[in-house]
């Protein structure tokens, strides 16, 4: 089992694009705090990136990308030392899916956001830097070019299938990203463990049986380490012990089964590892504060059949 998979089947990701911005000269553009994860592709041009909780500026090129991980203000700029215009009426003063800002349209950007389960900065988002920057000459560069435009053109088409279609170019979008992170930044958390050579083996086994009655010699053991040395580098990198990353997977695949599914609290918590309903549920509320009848209660989300299709609109 793959972690990373799993943890992303988990959070449910879909994408929308947003107009390009095209702009020229000297210019600035502030942006309110994406709802969700903000990703741009430039395709000409150079500009400057300054978000707020970062030190830095980040350099753009024409083929570079970016990723932004948390709700906070950005903007871009050919000069940061230009005052800012406020993103809303130049993008609602789009035409023909192009927002247009300074005196001419040496640069252009396209991109959109990433939406997740409510649950995706626990399990994702607090593991990433505020900021991803990928270089054009990275092969995820090219890789997030072609889906971001694949993206657009399925999102502004309207073919059957479109909103599929582009909900899985943006996940192989944000793996690309994702995979060029652990190669080459700076991963914290489980992230940081799925590149070590004892952390790994164990969150894979875990991942794969967490039905398990787990101990942390028998972790410990599918890692080949001693179990002083699992628990050890186990904290080191992700930052608490094993089972402590037992019981947080167990609880979100819980909550998982509990927004989707009809099945009875007993039969979620015997799947997830827990011998009892009484034992899931105290463990449960301890880590998100409700019961699981009552997490159900809030976010159940039961299947629906689809709607027959409309009839066709007079041409």
């Keep these: 089992m793959d972690p990373l998979d799993d943890v992303l089947a988990l959070l449910g990701a879909t994408s929308h694009v947003s107009a390009a911005l095209t702009a ?3 210019w600035a553009v502030r942006f309110d705090p994406p709802t969700g994860v903000k990703f741009n592709a430039v395709r ?34 050919s000069d940061l030392d230009v005052p800012a215009a406020p993103a809303g009426p130049i993008f609602q003063a789009a035409s023909d899916g192009v927002a247009r800002t300074g005196s001419g349209d040496d640069v252009l950007l396209v991109g959109g956001a990433f939406s997740f389960t409510d649950r995706s900065r626990d399990l994702l988002l607090d593991s990433l830097p505020p900021v991803i920057h990928v270089p054009a000459a990275t092969p995820e560069a090219e890789t997030v070019r072609w889906a971001v435009g694949e993206i657009d ?11 599929l279609v582009a909900d899985h170019l943006a996940l192989v979008m944000l793996i690309r990203i994702l995979r060029l992170h652990l190669d080459h930044g700076t991963p914290s958390g489980w992230l940081a463990g799925l590149t070590d050579p004892a952390v790994a083996p164990a969150l894979r086994a875990m991942h794969a049986h967490p039905e398990r009655p787990w101990t942390v010699a028998a972790i410990a053991r599918c890692a080949a380490v001693s179990r002083s040395t699992l628990a050890a580098r186990f904290k080191q990198v992700v930052g608490y012990g094993p089972l402590e990353y037992l019981t947080g997977w167990r609880i979100e695949l819980a909550a998982d089964r509990l927004r989707r599914s009809e099945d009875t609290i007993a039969t979620i918590a015997r799947a997830v590892g827990y011998g009892s309903e009484s034992a899931l549920s105290v463990a449960f509320k301890r880590v998100t504060g409700l019961s699981p009848r009552a997490y159900r209660k809030a976010h159940h989300q039961p299947e629906r059949k689809a709607a027959p299709p409309a009839p066709p609109e007079p041409r």
Excluded: H, I, M, W
């Design 153 to 163: 053109a399925e999102l502004r088409r309207g073919r059957p299938g479109g909103r």
């Design 24 to 26: 020229g000269g000297r």
């Design 44 to 77: 000409r041009g150079r500009c400057l990136l300054r978000v707020d909780s970062a030190p830095e500026p980040v350099p753009l090129d024409a083929g570079d990308c970016f990723l932004l991980t948390r709700p906070v203000n950005y903007t871009l700029a």
